[in-house]
C-alpha cells in the first residue's frame, strides 16, 4: 500500500471518528439537560393581592406548604424576616417544623405558629419562640414580581432575607 493511500485511509477515519464523537457528546449533553417543562416546575408565582390582613395564605412549592402572612399593622415587625410589597409587608417562609419537619398551625388570636408534635412554637415572623426547634422556620428561594411572588427564584429580596 502506498504512503499516500495509507495516510488518506487514516486521516479520513481520524475525521470520521471525531465527527461521530462530537455527535455523542451532543447527544449525551441533550440527555443530560432539564427539560423546560421540568425546569418551570421548578417556579411558582403567587398572587399576593389575595392575601387578606392578619390571615395565613397557604400554597405549596415543590410539595412543600409555603406560609405567607399578610401583617396587620398592629403585627410585630421583622425587618430581616419579612418583605414590603407595596405598602404590605409579608412573612414568606416554609411551613414545615425545623424540628422534624410537621406542619405546624396558625393560630389567629395569639398570632403564632404551634407544631403539634412536639410543641415547638414560632411566632408570627417565623422565629422559633419555644420547644425543640433548632432554628426559625425557613424561606423558600423567591423573586417579587410587582404584585406577585414567583417562588423557587432566587431574587433581591431572598438575598437580602437569608444574609441577615
Known amino acids: 500500500m502506498s504512503k499516500d493511500r495509507r495516510d ?3 486521516l ?7 465527527a461521530g464523537a462530537i455527535v455523542g457528546l451532543y447527544g449525551v ?3 443530560w439537560d432539564a427539560l423546560p417543562s421540568v425546569i418551570t416546575a421548578g417556579y411558582t408565582t403567587v398572587d399576593l393581592s389575595v392575601a387578606e390582613a392578619g390571615k395565613l395564605y397557604v400554597t405549596t412549592w415543590r410539595g412543600k406548604p409555603i406560609f405567607i402572612l399578610k401583617k396587620t399593622a398592629d403585627m410585630q415587625e421583622c425587618d430581616n424576616r419579612e418583605i414590603t410589597v407595596g405598602a404590605d ?4 417562609m416554609i411551613g414545615l417544623c425545623t424540628h422534624l419537619g410537621c406542619i405546624p398551625a396558625y393560630n389567629e388570636n395569639a398570632q403564632k405558629f404551634k407544631c403539634a408534635c412536639h410543641g415547638g412554637e414560632f411566632d408570627a415572623c417565623g422565629n422559633q419562640t419555644f420547644g425543640p426547634p433548632p432554628r426559625p422556620l425557613d424561606f423558600p428561594p423567591f423573586d417579587v414580581d ?19
Do not use: H, M, N
Open 146 to 164: 410587582g404584585s406577585k411572588i414567583v417562588l423557587g427564584k432566587a431574587g433581591d429580596e431572598y438575598k437580602r432575607l437569608i444574609a441577615g
Open 12 to 18: 479520513a477515519l481520524a475525521s470520521t471518528a471525531s
Open 89 to 92: 409587608r409579608y412573612s414568606v
Open 8 to 10: 488518506f485511509l487514516g
Open 29 to 31: 449533553k441533550r440527555t
